[in-house]
């Protein structure tokens, strides 16, 4: 089956630094990725679209500028948080779909980020 | 956009007892997956069924794309059923999947 990696599982950083969470398709090509936030007990909320080769699009309320994704290759997407602050401390997912009809094939999440900002 | 709502919120059984959680969602769809996310966040896919019925061990689902809705079931409940269900889908106007609000299970042995 399809497989979606994700890393880090965990991640602790201090208010201001930077923090790249990294989304790999292991067996297949993604042409598209997305990037969920889950706040505790709360359901996912999208946060961005990327497809590979061509900027990201962001939903509304999210910061472009403080939520940076990259898709350089069908296999690797990144979301990089720039200056976390406590209030970004939350649970970040990737999820990826393949094939030429991206938005009716299954979708294939990586295990998720925890990410806590001392 | 498209509406997704779940039913119930929360639901507590005993172990062996079955259940169905439903979801309704207010326009057609493209896609429609179930997924459980565990205790350690982990989402597992269960169903991709934008429409009909399929089966696989005690879990089952139904989704009756003309009604919008579709259900999830459950037999013979084990613990390590319990985590959150989530109803997804994609609407057929938009490309993006939207996710419903789940339902909380918690299996008491």
């Known amino acids: 089956g399809a497989v979606v990696s994700q890393h880090p599982s965990r991640v602790i950083c201090k208010s201001g630094t930077s923090v790249k969470i990294e989304c790999r398709s292991l067996d297949f090509q993604a042409t598209t990725m997305f990037w969920y936030r889950q706040f505790p007990k709360q359901s996912l909320m999208l946060m961005a679209t990327?497809?590979?080769?061509?900027?990201?699009?962001?939903e509304q309320g999210v910061e472009k500028d403080k939520f940076l994704i990259n898709h350089a290759s069908l296999t690797l997407s990144t979301l990089t948080v720039t200056s976390a602050h406590p209030e970004d401390s939350s649970f970040y997912i990737c999820?990826?779909?393949?094939?030429?009809?991206?938005?009716?094939?299954?979708?294939?999440f990586g295990n998720g980020t925890r990410l806590t900002v001392t | 956009g498209i509406q997704v709502e779940q039913s119930p919120p929360d639901l507590i059984l005993q172990e062996g007892a079955n259940s169905t959680l439903r979801c309704n969602f207010s326009?057609?769809?493209?896609?429609l997956q179930w997924f459980h996310q565990n205790p350690w966040g982990q989402l597992i896919n269960l169903f991709y069924i934008p429409s009909g019925t399929k089966q696989n061990g005690r879990l089952s689902a139904t989704t009756v794309a003309t009604e919008r809705y579709s259900l999830l079931y459950i037999s013979s409940s084990q613990t390590t059923d319990s985590g959150v269900y989530f109803c997804?889908?994609?609407?057929?106007?938009?490309?993006?999947?939207?996710f419903g609000s789940g339902t909380r299970l918690s299996i008491r042995p």
């Open positions: 997804a889908v994609v609407g057929s106007s938009a490309s993006k999947i939207i």
């Open positions: 326009d057609s769809v493209n896609n």
């Open positions: 990327s497809n590979e080769g061509s900027k990201a699009t962001y």
């Open positions: 999820s990826a779909q393949g094939g030429t009809s991206s938005y009716n094939s299954p979708l294939h």
